[in-house]
Each structure stands twice: as structure tokens, then as C-alpha cells.
């Protein structure tokens, strides 16, 4: 609903409403989010982007995009054709698991009516991807992530242009990360190294809690590098990424053959060399190599158990898990019906006026819309119990007097800080360019704050002309 708050607040015009509807369409129909996480958990494995030039092999089967129709019940590697067969088997032998490939000439997208749109997936696999994603498939892939989706990218040595276009993995998958239209801004708080690395052992750091390293499918020491690369760590720009193996005599911000990291609602893992997750057999007249079972590494449980976690399969998930949690609501006056209380706001923000319709009820909390520089707060504290997954839900309803469609001129930011103050984790970033009638619900995980008191944070800060307004209704924070 547009309207004025107070005398400074701007009104929409009808046209300026029209354009900024259709900008903010197709913003709001990227950012509808993925389906639920559920069991089986939904892994789809990528081969549109020359997964199988050269020597390379990175298919589960040959049966596409449904393995199944190869064998329907595999018990061995060998009963599904593909270098990565190994992986598959495993995973759909636990009957926890329901698998797909992306067949080659197919796109990657999200929000669609596919059967392998990623909206119907926990997790996508780029196993060494060998061809630059589009622009509307880098687009897909952050938005699937950012809304909750899983993405285990595997690199390969700088150099390994298997199909002799110009372009290696970590070319493409650098490119994803800072050329896409949802955050180029470093999203995951790492870039892969340009180098080709011979041989090598990479060891396993010390963390008896990681879900990652000590999973349900056993616990990682080691992996291996056959000419692969490592990942420059900033968590700086990302707080979340973390190291969890390192290539001999590295450690903390370089030299990290396996890394996670989270972005939004979703989870991320990288790793440096295909070598470790080829099993040795696959189509005839390529030459493969078994690193899935070498004796010297742990990569059947490194590769399984980060899919179980990319997934939301693991208990402890991202950090917060183990144990017992009686589910809740955590957050006071979530609809913000009792008014100026428990949260912490700029005054005014909270507030039954009829200018901006609340989504239900009559109090919401009104962030900017005054067309003229300011800044608006919104915050409450609250603990999160150890033991617990934790899931933030809130409506945003955005409408704007600005007249772009490119630049964000007013933004709105959804952040974690700890007790001290300190920003543990920007959620989300929204701008006048996210304008659309009505609310939209935005949810995102906190679980891997669990055991800690956190402060959810709102902060809008408009320009100096225009104004557009940030309204947040039926907030919520579960645990469960």
C-alpha cells in the first residue's frame, strides 16, 4: 500500500508503481524460496557443463537425468556408469537420498516447472564444471543458495580446459562467485587460487564438533591433490568460511583444499581437485584415476558427509546441533501488536498507521519512507539454546518513490551481531529495487548461532530524495 507517514513521506506515482513492479517481479520470483529440506534429501548433480570432456568423467550415471534407470537398487560402484558412481551409490544406499543429474544441453534454473529446476533440490554438485555458467544461470545458482539451497563446488589445477574453450573450473567458478547479479561482493569469503598443485595430503584440522569432519559417514583425517588448487580465505568479507583441511604447511587464510562457508539461508563447500572424488571406473576410453578409495585419505567420508551437511541432513548441522531442543517460538511481540515494546526502534517504527497496511493485524514495523536522508533501527536480543536448529521468518513489504530500475538508492539490512555489538552475519541486503505490492516472507538459518544470545538486527537508510519504505510484519524465530 502506498501512502504518507508523515508530511515528508513522498507519494508513488501510478507510472513510477508500474516500472517498479515489473523490476520487482522478477526480483521477488529469483527470491521465492526452495522447498523445504525433506528425506530423502534432493542432491542434483550437474553435467550441462562439460562434466564428461576429455578424460573427465563426472557423471554418477550414465542414466540421466534419473540414475535409477541404470539400476534401480545398486549395491556396487560399477552397477552405475560414471567416475563419480561411487558417490551416488553410497548415497542412494542409504534410502535417504534421492538423486539427479542435469543432463548435458540442459540449463540451470531456479523457480521454474522442471523436474530439475533447482527449486526441487537441497543440493546442487558442480563437479569440475568445464564451460562459463550464463548470466541467468549465475543468477539460478546465488538465488538457490541465498533462499537455503546447498552448493558443493569442486575445482580442478588452473590450466585443466578440458574442452579446449579458454576456460578452466576455477576461472568458471571464481566467475560465479564475483560476476553474478545477486552479490559479487565476495558472497562466500574465498577466491580459488590460480594453481596447479603435483601432488599432496592435505590434513584435516582439529574440531571434534564439525559435522563436516566427524559426519555419519565417518571421520575425515585426510584427502588427496593429483594436480588440483587451494582457496585464499576472507573472512573479512564472509565470517562463516572456514577451512577444514589444508595443504601441507598451510593454515588459516591460505593454502584451504576444503572450505564451507554459508551465504544467506544456504550452505557452501569447496574442493580443490576432482582427483578425489573419481573412483576409477567409468565410460570406456577415459583414463581415471581411484582417489575415492586411495589408502592415504578419507574422501568417501569427506565428499559424503559435506552432502549430508550441505543437505541440512546433519544434526548439528552448520554448528548448532546435537542433542536434544523442545521447539519454540523465541522471539516477544513477533506481530508487533503490543507495540513499542520489547524490541529496541527508532522512534516511530513501530506503529498502527494507515498509511502502510500492516500484513495482519494492525501494528508493523515501518522502516524509512520519509524521502529525505535518514537511518531507522530495529532490534531485539534474544537466546538461542544449544541444541536447537534455528530458522529466522519475517515479511518485508517494499514500495518506493525511486524511479530505477539499476541502482539502490535506499537499502535495508537484516543482520546477527553478538552481545558485544558486533555484526556476526549480514542476512540480507534489500533496496528500493525489491519494490512490489504486498509482503513477501524471507526466511534464513541461524542454527549455527545456537548455544549464543544474538541480537536480530533491521537497520534502513534512505538517500536524500524519494522516499521508500521498509515494512516488516509477523516476525518470527523458531527453534526446533
Same mark, same amino acid.
Given at each position: 500500500?502506498?501512502?504518507?507517514r ?29 522447498a523445504?529440506?525433506?528425506?530423502p534429501?534432493r ?12 578424460n ?12 535409477l534407470g541404470q ?30 543429474t ?18 526441487n ?6 563437479p569440475?564444471p ?12 546465488m ?12 575445482s ?5 580446459d578440458r ?10 567458478l ?7 547479479s545477486v552479490?559479487?561482493?565476495?558472497p ?12 599432496d595430503y592435505p ?24 594436480s ?6 576472507k573472512p573479512?568479507d564472509?565470517?562463516?568460511v572456514?577451512?577444514?583441511l ?7 587464510n591460505t ?21 578425489p ?6 565410460? /570406456?576410453? $577415459? !583414463?581415471?584415476?581411484d582417489?575415492?578409495?586411495d *589408502?592415504g585419505a578419507?574422501?568417501? =567420508?569427506?565428499? %559424503? #558427509?559435506a552432502t549430508e ?6 544434526s548439528?548441522?552448520?554448528g548448532?546441533?546435537g ?15 503490543s ?5 529496541t526502534?527508532t522512534s516511530?517504527v513501530?506503529?498502527?498507521s ?9 501494528y ?6 520519509y524521502? /529525505?536522508a $535518514? !537511518? ?6 534474544? *537466546?538461542?539454546?544449544?541444541?536447537? =536448529?534455528?530458522t %529466522? #521468518?519475517f ?5 518506493t ?6 541502482t ?7 543482520q546477527?551481531?553478538?552481545s ?7 542476512l540480507a541486503t534489500y533496496?528500493n529495487?525489491?519494490?512490489a ?7 534464513f538459518?541461524?542454527s ?17 530524495t524519494l522516499?521508500?519504505?521498509f515494512?516488516?510484519?509477523d ?6
Open positions: 500500500m502506498l501512502g504518507f508523515r508530511s515528508r513521506h513522498r507519494l508513488t506515482t501510478a507510472a513510477a508503481v508500474f516500472g517498479l513492479l515489473v523490476a520487482g517481479a522478477a526480483v521477488q520470483a529469483a527470491a521465492a524460496a526452495p523445504a529440506a525433506a528425506t534429501h542432491i542434483l548433480f550437474d553435467n550441462a557443463h562439460a562434466e564428461t570432456a576429455g573427465a568423467d563426472w557423471i554418477i550415471s550414465t542414466s540421466q537425468p534419473d540414475p539400476d534401480s537398487s545398486p549395491s556396487a560402484e560399477t552397477d552405475w556408469t560414471g567416475a563419480l558412481s561411487s558417490w551416488g551409490v553410497a548415497l542412494q544406499k542409504t534410502g535417504d537420498y534421492s538423486l539427479k542435469l543432463p548435458s544441453g540442459s540449463s540451470l534454473a531456479y523457480g521454474g516447472s522442471t523436474a530439475t529446476d533447482l527449486s533440490f537441497d543440493t546442487l554438485v558442480l569440475e568445464n564451460t562459463l555458467f550464463t548470466t541467468a544461470e549465475k543468477t539460478a545458482i538465488t538457490f543458495v541465498k533462499n537455503g539451497g546447498g552448493l558443493f563446488m569442486v580442478d589445477h588452473t590450466g585443466a574442452n579446449s574453450d579458454g576456460e578452466d573450473a576455477v576461472e568458471i571464481n566467475d560465479l562467485m564475483t560476476n553474478n552479490d559479487s561482493t565476495d562466500f569469503g574465498f577466491s580459488i587460487d590460480t594453481l596447479s598443485i603435483s601432488s590434513s584435516a584440522i582439529s574440531d571434534s564438533s564439525n559435522a563436516v569432519l566427524h559426519g555419519s559417514f565417518g571421520t575425515v583425517t585426510k584427502s588427496l591433490i593429483a588440483g588448487t587451494t582457496a585464499t580465505l573479512a564472509n565470517s562463516a572456514k577451512g577444514l589444508y595443504r601441507t604447511g598451510y593454515s588459516g593454502g584451504a583444499f576444503f572450505a564451507t562457508s554459508t551465504f544467506g539461508s544456504g550452505r557452501v563447500a569447496f574442493w580443490g581437485d576432482s582427483s572424488i573419481d573412483d576409477g571406473t567409468g565410460q /570406456s576410453g $577415459n !583414463t581415471l584415476y582417489g575415492w578409495n *589408502t578419507t574422501n568417501a =567420508a569427506l565428499a %559424503l #558427509n551437511w550441505l543437505a541440512g541432513g546433519s548439528s548441522g552448520g548448532g546441533g542433542g536434544t531442543c523442545t521447539a519454540a517460538q523465541l522471539l516477544a511481540n513477533p506481530g508487533f501488536e507495540g513499542n515494546t520489547s524490541w526502534a516511530g513501530i506503529t498502527n494507515s498509511s502502510e497496511a500492516a500484513r495482519t493485524g494492525s508493523k514495523a515501518w522502516l524509512n519512507g524521502g /529525505s $535518514n !537511518t531507522d533501527t530495529l532490534s531485539q536480543s534474544v *537466546t538461542i539454546p544449544s541444541g536447537c =536448529a534455528a %529466522l #521468518n515479511y518485508l513489504h517494499v514500495d518513490a525511486e524511479t530505477t530500475t539499476s539502490a538508492y535506499d537499502t535495508l539490512k537484516a546477527v551481531l553478538n558485544g555489538g558486533t555484526v556476526l552475519s549480514t533496496s529495487l525489491n519494490a505490492s504486498g509482503y513477501t516472507l524471507r526466511s538459518d541461524l549455527s548461532y545456537a548455544g549464543q544470545t544474538v541480537t536480530v538486527k533491521f537497520t534502513g537508510t534512505e538517500g536524500s522516499q521508500t519504505s515494512v516488516l510484519d516476525t518470527a524465530l523458531n527453534v526446533s
